[in-house]
């Protein structure tokens, strides 16, 4: 049991119990006699009195004495030995979670509350009503708060599993509103709302408990944009919760401010910003009156609403004060001299409340025609949202907070076009621009890169066998999920919940997320200016509103283009892309004029007013519904009534490339990779009956013919195998049928005995060169907003490959199979893979020059390469004519060596 006294204080502390009135120490004497008291259980050597010594007085002043109580561990003279000393050591693990809460230092409070888990874990020493209460609870908070919504759902389910046990009801629907709340947040309202209505049956209707449930119910209602629903439950949750406040620091308080927020954010939504901004001055007051020194984030929230609220009213100068208010709250060390200051990057707060007031003020700069101040706001928040992403345990958790920075980025877009418009010989806004698209372009992707690097490199070899455990658990749960029964699910899905957790704070111990930095100006231009000469890169951003392209080389920005209305062209491009390439040959084989028309409308929009005759090679960084269009076949003229060989497609323009980012691009460029091996996979015909079978084993002969190395087939092409060769070959090709992602499932090869799915690359280690992914579709997959195509081609490229072949479509076997040999003719001769594939187009075109029909692009454009420059080694065979002449010359020097001594020694 924890010691009563430190009990009832720590219930105190908890509910929020104002600290005015209570003693400080502030003052010179008052430090002296603590001190006093400190030293002299030291020289008892009593650490138990010594820690709660330090606990009682870092309870009477919370915000004063947050540096005092974190350095206990540090001056302690000796660790805890005896039950009541890992009792007090514990208390103070809790005290310093809380106390970091309640001083704004959210990342650092999380980290004190995972060290009180593992700390009760290890050795449980307290009551789990306790543990829960102290510890789980607002640790699964503190997530939430944070937006790291799996981490939050694993604290919150595996605190529901204790609850049960204990069979309390109250219990048991606190934690269904907390899990109500993650999935809300998450996307996944049908699941929210199951949380909710379990919560309901449980909790006694006459409590402040049900109010909460009906508020988040009318929260999760809000999401899927049945308003006027919302709105009814939102009301009755304000009239079960204003009767049961009144009560200082009471939870039901808190929950009818919350309460108050959310309706105010309903109102909003109907057009009623008055009756909103009243609502919000409403719930200020009440925090104001009872919680006068604590709530400081739900005060933020609060007045970053009230921002919003005359946002929308036209009221800029009014939310300009709100937005500035709630940074004050979130960073009270923050002096600035004026309301046009941005807060340094030291202070810059890695909490989503924190980057809500920073993208607030930007707009609101922008709103009174601060365009410059404006444009530096939403800086600071790419670069708090580096460190928010940071902080995050689970990958979906950054690609959640790379979907929320999108909005952002398009208003910084279009406030840095507005100012490039004004200063059209600059080079400062054109590098801004840019900037801007890198900043929203593929960053959890470069961080997936950066993760595996690290732990390519990490030298602590016990934390690395860890590691690998949890990882294998992960990849093993994983499969069992995909294949057990409905009734199976829930304990598998429980299983893999602990193990990504385990490996997500063990990430965090070993540094795993090494990321790069936020990228600047500075940064950006040493990357570009590596570029080849007569290179271009043409980066894509594919907003709401507008789109943009930045065309650049290693001198800077040449060229800009914005295309407003963006959703006028999102629609062409996906029908142009389904109508013609993802149905089958016959649309085009039977309309070839038409496909002509179309294909240079769609240039026209794209690159009709730029200057690009002196580009060699382009290298193309894609974004949105634009990764989707095949580059390579759209042609850069009218063509009424030419034959399709004759057609100017763009690809004889320029040698086309693609990457990611230049972010991605550099960092694979800079990459030294291994040479001179090569392994082979090809699958004809699965277990898996219902996939046709493929027309491989010519593909395999003519390699195996052509270049040494390892190659498996049919019933040795295991996934087994697979998983264990996969990262040893410098040189990787796939001939086998890929399957893309639909709703509920993940992108997977189809090895011989089973598939190998996308999720199965996560904790791969291997750095190929060059990766041939020969299968259908494998560039192909669901678009993930601000990180590209969640394709086979990207996890290979997230898990360290330097380069990647893929295909957009279904491509025929007969004209993939004539690419690939002319590609790895082209690399036998020292070319870079992206030279290779525009060359092995080329002669695929040059062989066919007769047959019409196979010059149309269907047949010819569908593998696109995206990665490195780099020249491709592959191993060779010495011919037999050098082995003859290799063993002559060893003869003829055997032989002068013996004619050289014999003569000496004559």
């Keep these: 049991m924890l010691r009563r006294q430190s009990v009832f204080s720590f219930l105190c502390l908890l509910i929020g119990l104002s600290v005015q009135g209570r003693a400080s120490i502030t003052d010179t004497s008052g430090l002296a006699r603590v001190q006093a008291k400190l030293d002299s259980l030291r020289e008892k050597d009593d650490l138990t009195g010594w820690l709660y010594a330090r606990i009682d007085e870092a309870e009477a002043a919370p915000a004063a004495m947050t540096r005092f109580l974190m350095s206990t561990q540090k001056e302690a003279w000796r660790s805890y030995r005896t039950l009541p000393e890992r009792q007090a050591w514990f208390n103070l693990l809790i005290l310093q979670g809380y106390n970091l809460l309640q001083t704004g230092n959210m990342l650092a409070s999380i980290q004190a509350y995972e060290k009180a888990m593992e700390f009760y874990d290890a050795y449980p020493i307290a009551d789990t009503d306790e543990y829960v209460e102290y510890v789980l609870k607002p640790l699964g908070n503190n997530y939430t708060r944070l937006a790291d919504y799996d981490a939050a759902m694993y604290i919150h389910q595996k605190t529901l599993q204790i609850v049960q046990k204990a069979g309390n009801d109250n219990e048991m629907a606190g934690v269904y509103a907390n899990l109500a709340t993650c999935a809300r947040w998450k996307g996944q309202t049908a699941e929210a709302a199951d949380y909710c209505k379990l919560g309901m049956q449980y909790v006694d209707e006459s409590s402040a408990l049900y109010g909460l449930l009906l508020n988040t119910y009318a929260d999760i209602l809000l999401q899927e944009n049945k308003t006027d629903s919302a709105l009814h439950f939102s009301g009755l949750a304000l009239q079960q919760l204003k009767d049961r406040t009144g009560k200082a620091a009471s939870q039901a308080t808190a929950w009818y401010s919350a309460a108050l927020q959310l309706n105010a954010r309903l109102l909003l939504e109907r057009a009623a910003p008055q009756a909103a901004l009243i609502r919000c001055k409403e719930a200020m007051a009440l925090q104001d009156r009872f919680f006068p020194d604590t709530k400081q984030r739900e005060k933020a929230k609060l007045a970053v609403l009230m921002g919003d609220i005359l946002l929308v009213n036209q009221q800029p100068e009014h939310a300009l004060a709100g937005y500035q208010q709630a940074l004050q709250l979130l960073l009270p060390a923050w002096k600035p001299t004026s309301r046009d200051q941005v807060p340094p990057d030291s202070l810059l707060y890695s909490e989503n409340t924190f980057t809500d007031a920073l993208a607030g003020k930007a707009a609101a700069m922008a709103a009174m025609q601060y365009k410059d101040i404006a444009l530096e706001h939403y800086f600071a928040v790419f670069r708090a949202a580096r460190k928010l992403r940071e902080a995050f345990s689970y990958t979906s958790s950054r690609i959640r907070d790379m979907q929320v920075l999108r909005e952002r980025s398009e208003a910084a877009m279009a406030l840095a076009w507005d100012l490039q418009l004004k200063s059209p010989a600059s080079s400062l806004y054109k590098n801004k621009l840019l900037l801007i698209t890198e900043l929203s372009k593929a960053q959890v992707l470069q961080d997936e890169r950066m993760m595996r690097y690290t732990r390519r490199n ?42 990504e957790y385990e490996l997500a704070m063990l990430n965090k111990r070993t540094n795993a997320l090494s990321a790069s930095g936020i990228l600047t100006a500075a940064s950006l231009q040493d990357m570009y200016s590596t570029l080849p000469e007569h290179t271009s890169m043409i980066s894509f951003f594919n907003g709401k509103k507008n789109s943009y392209l930045i065309r650049f080389d290693k001198n800077g920005v040449q060229e800009l283009q914005v295309l407003p209305g963006a959703e006028t062209l999102r629609e062409p491009v996906k029908n142009f892309v389904t109508k013609w390439f993802g149905n089958g040959p016959n649309a085009m084989m039977n309309q070839p004029g038409q496909y002509c028309e179309e294909s240079f409308k769609i240039w026209q929009a794209l690159f009709g007013n730029w200057q690009m005759k002196d580009m060699e090679r382009c290298i193309l960084l894609p974004d949105g519904i634009f990764s989707y269009l095949p580059f390579d076949a759209l042609v850069t003229a009218s063509c009424p009534g030419k034959p399709a060989g004759s057609w100017p497609f763009f690809f004889r323009q320029a040698v086309l490339s693609q990457a990611w980012s230049l972010q991605t691009w550099f960092d694979q460029q800079q990459t030294v990779y291994p040479s001179g091996s090569f392994a082979g996979w090809f699958v004809a015909k699965s277990r898996n009956s219902s996939l046709p079978e493929l027309s491989v084993d010519k593909e395999r002969k003519w390699l195996q013919g052509q270049i040494p190395g390892k190659y498996y087939s049919d019933e040795s092409a295991t996934w087994s195998a697979f998983g264990k060769q996969v990262d040893s070959a410098s040189v990787l090709h796939i001939g086998a049928h890929a399957v893309a992602a639909s709703e509920g499932s993940f992108p997977y090869l189809q090895l011989y005995d089973q598939p190998f799915y996308l999720f199965d690359l996560q904790y791969k280690h291997f750095a190929p060169s060059l990766v041939w992914l020969g299968a259908c579709r494998t560039g192909d997959g669901n678009l993930v907003e601000g990180e590209g195509i969640n394709s086979l081609s990207r996890a290979f490229a997230a898990a360290g490959a330097g380069g990647v072949v893929a295909g957009m479509w279904n491509v025929n076997d007969k004209a993939a199979a004539e690419i690939m040999q002319h590609f790895y003719g082209q690399l036998a001769e020292g070319e870079n893979a992206a030279n ?14 007769s047959d019409q029909l196979l010059q149309l692009p269907y047949y010819w454009a569908g593998f696109t390469y995206s990665g490195h420059l780099q020249p491709i080694r592959l191993p060779s065979e010495m011919p037999g004519y050098a082995w003859a002449l290799a063993s002559a010359s060893l003869l003829i020097m055997l032989a002068f060596f013996w004619w050289f001594f014999k003569r000496i020694y004559k």
């Design 836 to 849: 290779a594939l525009h060359n092995a187009k080329e002669e695929y075109l040059q062989d066919h020059k």
């Design 458 to 499: 990490h030298n602590n070899d016990s934390l690395l066998v860890q590691q690998k455990r949890l990882q294998e658990a992960v990849i093993y749960y994983q499969h069992e999920l995909m294949d057990a029964k409905s009734s199976e699910k829930g304990n598998i899905r429980s299983l893999l919940q602990t193990a």
